[in-house]
């Protein structure tokens, strides 16, 4: 019905013959497009222009949220494409406490301009008082304001709106925000049950509301969510609560609820689960799946602090002949090195190094630009001839002559992510890299021409 009365509107407001039923036909999704396509585009000169507020309240109910998310994306990418659709101006506006995992791929929010909104000023926060038309909000009664709520623009709209609907003073209002009966109560319960469905980050935020200091050491996906959730406030890597009212809240609510679930069991079994899920048995690096959840996570959050994003791809040279004249045990045994061997040059925790695949690794690099990305490529190609691995080499008709060291070839991709380029399109530079590493004589390391952020020639 809410679609119908959508669409219906839709059409009055541009004055068009209302044609649905001869489109309606198929799935609503390719249906809702072909009726774009094949009707309203053809009709209009101008651009049309379509404002979706609060699109985060879609995200309750999961299949309608990726059908969505996907119609919204896939009509962001045919303006790439198409003339017609390039009449389509998308607006979305969402609520930043709402931290929705989407498909990276899929999402329509990491497409297109983003905007913030920014904190307001005490001058600004004093202006809207002012238009609000309330005598009582002078400067330290703002101040008062904010020191609790911080510049939060719903939060100080919120409390200006109550008080000129004269259901509560300014003074009450403040003295509730110290127990469970302020104006903030459903909001606050919202973010907590949204914190509380994630162990882990409900027990990292714990640790931000409760240290004296803001010197935390908390994973870059930790702070990443948080940060989008809108609960700290970040200043190079210190982390505090976002305002005072959220410490006060989230200091007795996270204990209350945290002592009602056995998080040290859960948290045990979690890790092992994760283990068995995310580890390469053989190698005990990342595996394939583990490096394709964080490569997408980071492609995300480089986007959004905008940030470089270096990939590395990595294999070994002829490692065939090694298996072929030592046998699958030995070539165990030089992989479980190697992986050592790579793993020892990466010093950061927040950097990924993976097992590709056979004797493929890769390694993601976040706020890494290319020639940085060049050092740790190089570095990594050393330490690994330096293990002076044996594998037989071939003459030009295949026959094999002396033993040489095993190798390994390299090649990089480093991008600012955005909506121009795709993480397929960045993976497949790195690759495109590592091709040319093996066809130039393998045992070097190439840089994508592509995607070479940071790189001076």
């Known amino acids: 019905m809410k679609n119908s009365t959508y669409r219906l509107s839709l059409f009055q407001y541009v004055k068009f013959y209302y044609a649905i039923q001869h489109f309606w036909e198929i799935g609503s999704k390719v249906s809702a497009s072909i009726y774009f396509d094949s009707y309203l585009l053809e009709q209009i000169k101008s651009p049309l222009v379509l404002i979706l507020n609060e699109v985060d309240y879609v995200f309750q109910h999961q299949q309608i949220a990726q059908d969505f998310s996907l119609l919204l994306r896939s009509w962001h990418e045919q303006g790439k494409q198409t003339l017609a659709w390039q009449k389509v101006r998308l607006v979305l506006l969402h609520s930043t406490e709402v931290y929705i995992p989407l498909n990276i791929n899929q999402s329509p929010f990491n497409v297109g301009l983003s905007l913030k909104l920014p904190e307001f000023t005490i001058e600004q926060v004093t202006e809207l008082a002012r238009r609000y038309k309330l005598d009582c909000c002078d400067i330290q009664s703002v101040e008062n304001l904010m020191y609790w709520v911080g510049g939060q623009p719903y939060l100080i709209h919120q409390a200006l709106y109550y008080i000129h609907q004269q259901k509560i003073s300014l003074e009450e209002l403040l003295d509730n925000c110290t127990n469970g009966k302020c104006i903030y109560s459903g909001y606050l319960r919202n973010i907590l049950n949204i914190l509380l469905q994630d162990a882990e980050l409900s027990q990292a935020y ?245 995607f070479k952020f940071g790189y001076d020639e």
């Open 206 to 450: 714990n640790q931000v509301v409760n240290s004296p200091n803001s010197n935390i050491n908390l994973s870059a996906n930790l702070v990443y969510k948080l940060d989008s959730l809108g609960l700290i406030k970040l200043s190079g890597y210190n982390y505090e609560p976002f305002c005072e009212l959220y410490r006060l809240f989230f200091q007795k609510n996270l204990l209350i609820e945290s002592n009602a679930i056995p998080w040290d069991k859960l948290k045990k079994e979690n890790e092992k689960l994760q283990l068995l899920v995310n580890i390469d048995k053989l190698t005990q690096l990342a595996n394939r799946k583990c490096f394709d959840e964080t490569l997408e996570i980071e492609w995300e959050r480089m986007t959004y602090i905008q940030e470089p994003l270096s990939l590395i791809l990595a294999d070994l040279d002829e490692f065939k002949f090694h298996n072929d004249t030592y046998g699958h045990q030995s070539g165990d045994n030089c992989l479980r090195q190697i992986a050592q061997a790579i793993n020892s040059v990466i010093k950061n925790p927040d950097h990924l190094v993976a097992r590709y695949g056979g004797e493929e690794f890769v390694l993601i690099l976040p706020q890494v630009d290319a020639e940085a990305a060049i050092f740790i490529a190089e570095e990594i190609r050393e330490t690994v001839k330096s293990l002076r691995i044996k594998i037989p080499e071939l003459t030009k008709k295949n026959q094999l002559t002396n033993m040489i060291s095993l190798t390994i070839s390299l090649g990089i991709a480093c991008i600012i992510p955005s909506g121009d380029f795709s993480l397929r399109e960045f993976f497949e530079a790195a690759d495109q890299a590592l091709y040319q590493a093996k066809k130039l004589g393998r045992d070097r390391t190439i840089l994508s021409s592509k």
